[in-house]
């Protein structure tokens, strides 16, 4: 199974066959950027357009061969790209992200399966928090538009806390107490992968440099384990 086959990595350029000339870094973020602009998406007051997966230029991004190699080294050779975020931290919009996991997966039908729950409808895209079973077989693939430093709020994950499965907030706040973390730096180019159940959180930059990411999650197939197919966000 690949399920927990790695819990984060962090493939820097030159190190994998990854996105590695700063020329095509900045065509891929003009693509990005056209790619919501035209189509109408607004950016929210935190800086991020969301539901991306359907425009043209995010498609030819996430179905890039480098990074279908990357998602299939973690969820098997079928890997489908199914929702795509784009986060734009910038000294104009500058947040912080609290710790928590990604457990709300986009569905095209509601089912009564009392594993699945918190049930809602954003921007006409239904939602419902996941069974940790089906969190387990996603992978996020995190690409860099922008070098992620220690100054300009960085993703911070806790190892291994993808091991605990879906946990209260109040469990996340104890493993935050108790358990160190980590900092995902990254250049230019540089793609963090992760699982969406690992415990993780960003900062405010204390700069003004801009940090752009691309965040594209990718499973094993568009049918989830218990038959409820996955939407297109």
Same mark, same amino acid.
């Given at each position: 199974?690949? @399920?927990?086959?790695?819990? +984060? @990595? ?50 030819? /991004?996430?179905?890039d061969p480098r990074l279908l190699d990357l998602a299939r080294e973690w969820v098997g050779?079928?890997?489908?790209? +199914? ?9 104009? $919009? ?13 569905? #095209?039908?509601? $089912?009564?399966?009392? *594993? ?26 995190? =690409?860099?538009?922008?070098? $992620? ?7 911070? =994950? ?20 108790? #358990? ?11 793609? /963090?992968?992760? *699982?969406?159940? /690992? ?5 405010? @930059?204390?700069? #003004? ?16 384990? +218990? ?7």
């Amino acid at each position: 199974s690949h @399920a927990f086959r790695g819990e +984060y @990595a962090v493939d820097q350029p030159g190190q994998v066959p990854s996105i590695s000339k700063r020329t095509e870094v900045g065509k891929l973020a003009r693509m990005a950027f056209a790619g919501f602009s035209i189509h109408g998406s607004v950016l929210s007051p935190i800086e991020c357009a969301r539901h991306l997966m359907r425009h043209p230029a995010v498609m030819t /991004i996430a179905a890039d061969p480098r990074l279908l190699d990357l998602a299939r080294e973690w969820v098997g050779p079928d890997a489908v790209p +199914y929702r795509a975020t784009l986060f734009d931290k910038s000294a104009s $919009s500058n947040w912080l992200v609290s710790w928590h996991q990604d457990t709300a997966l986009p569905l #095209k039908v509601r $089912s009564n399966d009392p *594993r699945w729950g918190s049930w809602s409808t954003k921007a006409g895209i239904l939602y419902a928090q996941a069974p940790a079973g089906e969190l387990e077989r996603i992978v996020a693939l995190r =690409l860099h538009l922008d070098a $992620s430093t220690r100054e300009n709020g960085p993703l911070r =994950l806790l190892p291994e806390s993808h091991l605990h499965g879906v946990l209260s907030d109040e469990a996340v706040r104890d493993l935050v107490a108790s #358990k160190p973390s980590t900092e995902c730096l990254s250049d230019i180019g540089g793609i /963090i992968r992760m *699982r969406p159940l /690992i415990v993780h959180a960003s900062s405010k @930059a204390v700069n #003004k440099a801009r940090r752009r990411v691309l965040h594209i999650e990718y499973a094993p197939s568009l049918s989830t384990l +218990y038959g409820l197919p996955l939407a297109i966000a």
